[in-house]
């Protein structure tokens, strides 16, 4: 498949769009980890 | 290329099962969404919620919302390694042709990932935040989905939705285990609901999407017993749901409100069961199935918003159910 430079323009335009997702997700998994670590730590 | 693909491209669809012919890493953020079947999990969310809510005992507020999103990640990542191993069925159906693999949009490899490490990440911090009975019913759950249901049953048997509806049972009895760290009679009674809800529920599906499932040689009941077995079958599971519909209010699950309400509804369910079964093949058949395909999704939905109201502060009708208030 032979893709052009719009297509790799596109392309590029996608990932970094997963990846701001997929720090997103990681940034909530660590924020909820930290938040159940107090309560756990609090008797909760 | 796979038998998949091969096969696939006989049929003379655009989709191929061989992951090289997708550009690894194409998929958007919407595609990677739209794996976790939003719709479904909707469902699974809300009665996943109402066993939590339901059980008697407390929960740390935060916990509990850590517990809902286990419970509605994990449900979507069963969703995805679903899509994955279904891609070529998905491609010949009408109704799931839209979904991001049979489109091509991403590598199959990509979402089995997707779901693994999302099962994986859900089940394990159930375990750590909430406790390890509402994790390994989690992990009991997803098992169940991928391997009873997807990859034994669904080709193998008209069965498939009977036992395989035993997956979509969970949420509720994994919302009470969060509370109660423990499975016991009230919640084996949710799970008894949603079990015998899935028969009738699908097979009115079935009913008006035949010709979906004999396409992709899904043995649907209505495709491998006829139309006429499938609506006795409905009939029956419908008898079975109506009573325990209302079992909870027996049980001081729920309250008296919801108990009369599971009944009266519970019997418009079989009332609407036997238009069903009355119906004749046709447009107008498919519409009754349609009806009572919807109905069942507001049944459902009624009743678990039920559940939540009779255990809210202030608006309890609970008084040991009906039992104890006759008492």
Redesign the interface.
């Known amino acids: ?1 032979v893709m052009t430079g719009e297509d790799e323009k596109e ?1 590029l335009r ?2 970094r ?2 990846n701001w ?1 997929l720090l997103a997700a990681l940034m909530a ?1 660590v924020v ?2 930290y ?2 670590s107090i ?2 730590m609090g008797g ?1 | 290329m796979s038998d998949l693909s091969l096969r696939l491209g006989a049929e003379g669809t655009a989709f191929s099962g061989d992951a090289g012919a997708v550009r690894r890493g194409s998929g958007q953020v919407s595609d990677y969404l739209a794996l976790l079947k939003p719709r479904v999990m909707s469902l699974v969310v809300f009665s996943g919620f109402a066993g939590l809510y339901a059980a008697p005992g407390e929960i740390h507020p935060f916990l509990a919302a850590v517990a809902v999103l286990c419970i509605a990640v994990n449900a979507g990542a069963a969703g995805a390694i679903n899509m994955w191993y279904e891609r070529d069925i998905d491609a010949v159906m009408d109704r799931t042709r839209g979904r991001p693999l049979p489109r091509g949009k991403m590598a199959p490899q990509e979402a089995l990932a997707f779901g693994v490490v999302l099962s994986l990440f859900s089940v394990m911090l159930m375990g750590m935040a909430v406790n390890w009975v509402a994790a390994g019913l989690l992990a009991l759950a997803n098992a169940f989905y991928v391997f009873v249901y997807t990859i034994w049953l669904k080709r193998r048997t008209p069965q498939n939705i009977v036992i395989g509806g035993a997956a979509g049972a969970f949420p509720p009895m994994i919302g009470w285990a969060a509370v109660t760290g423990g499975v016991d009679l009230h919640s084996i009674v949710l799970f008894a609901l949603i079990f015998f809800w899935t028969p009738p529920h699908f097979w009115a599906l079935a009913l008006y999407r035949q010709g979906d499932y004999a396409k992709a040689k899904v043995p649907m009941l209505p495709v491998v017993a006829g139309r006429a077995a499938t609506k006795r079958q409905i009939m029956a599971y419908s008898l079975l749901l109506a009573p325990l519909g209302v079992l909870p209010a027996l049980l001081g699950t729920a309250g008296v409100v919801y108990g009369a309400v599971a009944a009266l509804m519970g019997a418009f369910f079989v009332l609407l069961a036997g238009a069903v079964l009355r119906s004749e093949a046709g447009p107008k058949g498919d519409r009754i199935a349609r009806q009572l395909f919807g109905y069942s999704i507001l049944y459902l939905f009624v009743l678990f918003t039920l559940l939540i109201i009779d255990r809210a502060p202030g608006l309890s009708f609970q008084a040991n159910g009906i039992f104890g208030l006759l008492g």
């Open positions: 498949m392309r996608r990932q769009k997963k997702a998994f909820i980890v938040i159940v309560i756990r909760g």
